[in-house]
């Protein structure tokens, strides 16, 4: 079986995958902070779900810290988290959506920041549908910012989901939009 079934129902395995995740792949590959510096960082820590080895590395080249290494080209992207600020400009410059940037500090909340390239763009203040890795809407979420960090049209929107929704809200919709 899947590893992915672990996060998604084998009957909701669709083909809306936010990054390059697919019901094939191999979780234990993708990259995720240690629990521990996770809950302290504040601005987040980055998640990278890129299991494959494709030929590509936008996350090495523009992060600013050095704290992801793709070598050689085709290898699995590896995090340095002591190096990661949350700064989010790999968020923007995967072109395989992958990398989200997940701020656990809050008490009551945390936010997903993740890529978005779609319109309407949402507005600050906004409640938006999130959406889980198949599309699926899972629950609501407030929109506390909208940012551009590479300047390139790829937006990053700041989402506040309930605390044990980070690991399952991977997109979001505009309310009313396509
Ligand atoms: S969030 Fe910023 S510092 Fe962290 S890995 Fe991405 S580009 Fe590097
Ligand atoms: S830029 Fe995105 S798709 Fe390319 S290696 Fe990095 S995480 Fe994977």
Same mark, same amino acid.
């Given at each position: 079986?899947?590893?992915?079934?672990?996060?998604?129902?084998?009957?909701?395995?669709?083909? /809306?995958?936010?990054?390059?995740?697919?019901?094939?792949?191999?979780?234990?590959?993708?990259? *995720?902070?240690?629990?521990?510096?996770?809950?302290e960082?504040?601005?987040?820590?980055?998640?990278?779900?890129?299991?494959?080895?494709?030929?590509?590395?936008?996350?090495?080249?523009?992060?600013?810290?050095?704290?992801?290494k793709?070598?050689?080209?085709?290898?699995?992207?590896?995090?340095?988290?002591?190096?990661?600020?949350?700064?989010?400009?790999? *968020?923007?410059?995967?072109?395989?959506?992958?990398? /989200? *940037?997940?701020?656990?500090?809050?008490?009551?909340?945390?936010?997903?920041?993740?890529?978005?390239?779609?319109?309407?763009?949402?507005?600050?203040?906004?409640?938006?549908?999130?959406?889980?890795?198949?599309g699926?809407?899972?629950?609501?979420?407030?929109?506390?910012?909208?940012?551009?960090p590479?300047?390139?049209?790829?937006?990053?929107?700041?989402?506040?989901?309930?605390?044990? /929704?980070?690991?399952?809200?991977?997109?979001?919709?505009?309310?009313?939009?396509?």
């Amino acid at each position: 079986m899947s590893k992915l079934s672990n996060l998604i129902p084998p009957d909701e395995q669709v083909s /809306f995958w936010s990054g390059v995740l697919d019901p094939e792949s191999n979780l234990d590959l993708i990259s *995720v902070p240690p629990e521990d510096l996770w809950r302290e960082k504040r601005a987040g820590l980055v998640v990278i779900e890129c299991p494959q080895e494709i030929p590509c590395n936008p996350c090495h080249t523009s992060c600013p810290t050095g704290a992801i290494k793709v070598e050689p080209l085709t290898a699995i992207p590896k995090v340095n988290y002591d190096l990661c600020t949350g700064c989010t400009i790999c *968020v923007s410059k995967c072109p395989g959506l992958a990398c /989200f *940037v997940i701020d656990k500090t809050p008490a009551d909340y945390s936010i997903v920041k993740l890529p978005y390239e779609m319109y309407p763009v949402p507005k600050v203040g906004e409640v938006v549908d999130c959406l889980d890795r198949t599309g699926k809407p899972v629950v609501e979420g407030e929109v506390l910012n909208v940012t551009e960090p590479s300047r390139d049209g790829t937006k990053v929107i700041w989402v506040k989901v309930p605390k044990g /929704f980070e690991m399952t809200v991977r997109a979001i919709k505009v309310k009313g939009g396509e």
